[in-house]
C-alpha cells in the first residue's frame, strides 16, 4: 500500500458527460501528479501540483482541469468525454515539488470507461 | 514525439534465468532514470533509480546499467522468479537548474515468468 488513494475505483459514463476523480496524496506529501495510462499512449503525465499550486503541466487537454486544495488531496475534472478517454487514471504524490528528484508513489488508479 | 523507446514490448522468462529490458532516450539533459514495476490492478512502484554519474546500479537481483554514450539504460533481472511478473516502465526525466520537469516513461515491457 502506497498510501495513496484514490476515489472511485472505477467509474462508467457516457460521452458528453463530466467527472471528477478524487486523489489523497500520502500524509507529508507536498506533490500531487495526475497520470493517465492507456494501452497504445502508455503512462501520459497529465499535471502536478505543488502545495496547492500548478507545478507542471503535461499533455493535458483543455477538456480536462484538476486542482489542490488546502487539504492537500486534488480533483481531476473531465468533461465533454469522449471514447478516447477511457483509460486508467493515476495519482501519485511526493514530499518536494522536483519530479526527478525523489520517489513519486502511486495510488490504485481511477478504472474510466466512456460508453 | 516518444523520448523514451521501451524494449521488448513483452518478454517470458524461465524462473531462474535473466531478463533484460532495455530502454533508449533521446534528450540528453535527463539526469534522471527510474524503473517502476506495476502488478495487474496496482499502480505503479518504483523499484530502482540510476542517475548519469554512475554505469551501473545493483539492489539485490535489480541490475540498472547505464550507457551515456549511448543514451541507453536497461534492467536486468538475475534469477527471475514467478513474482517478478509485471509490467516494468523505464522513464526519465531532467532536474538540475532548479528545473522541474516531468517523468517521460517508456511504453511498458510485460514480463512473465514461468516457473
Known amino acids: 500500500d502506497s498510501g495513496v488513494t484514490q476515489t472511485p475505483k472505477h467509474l462508467i459514463t457516457a460521452t458528453g458527460q463530466r467527472v471528477t476523480l478524487r486523489c489523497s496524496p500520502r500524509s507529508g506529501d507536498l506533490s500531487v501528479y495526475w497520470y493517465q495510462q492507456s494501452l497504445d499512449q502508455g503512462l501520459q503525465f497529465l499535471i502536478q501540483y505543488y502545495n496547492g499550486e500548478e507545478r507542471a503541466k503535461g499533455n493535458i487537454l483543455e477538456r480536462f482541469s484538476a486542482q489542490q486544495f488546502p487539504d492537500l488531496h486534488s480533483e481531476l475534472n473531465l468533461s465533454s468525454l469522449e471514447l478516447g478517454d477511457s483509460a486508467l487514471y493515476f495519482c501519485?504524490?511526493?514530499?518536494?515539488?522536483?519530479?526527478?528528484?525523489?520517489?513519486?508513489?502511486f495510488g490504485p488508479g481511477t478504472r474510466l470507461l466512456v460508453l | 514525439q516518444q523520448q523514451v523507446k521501451q524494449s521488448p514490448q513483452s518478454l517470458i522468462v524461465q524462473k531462474g534465468g535473466i531478463s533484460i529490458i532495455n530502454c533508449a532516450y533521446e534528450n540528453t539533459a535527463f539526469d534522471y532514470f527510474p524503473w517502476y514495476q506495476q502488478f495487474p490492478g496496482k499502480g505503479p512502484a518504483l523499484l530502482i533509480a540510476?542517475?548519469?554519474?554512475?554505469s551501473e546500479k545493483k539492489e539485490g537481483r535489480f541490475t540498472i546499467s547505464f550507457n551515456k554514450s549511448a543514451k541507453q539504460f536497461s534492467l536486468h533481472i538475475m534469477d527471475s522468479q514467478p513474482g517478478d511478473s509485471a509490467t516494468y516502465f523505464c522513464a526519465a526525466s531532467k532536474n538540475s537548474g532548479g528545473s522541474n520537469y516531468k517523468l517521460t516513461f517508456g511504453k511498458g515491457t510485460l514480463l512473465t515468468v514461468n516457473p
Open positions: 540510476i542517475r548519469p554519474d554512475v
Open positions: 501519485a504524490s511526493s514530499v518536494g515539488p522536483l519530479a526527478g528528484a525523489e520517489t513519486q508513489y
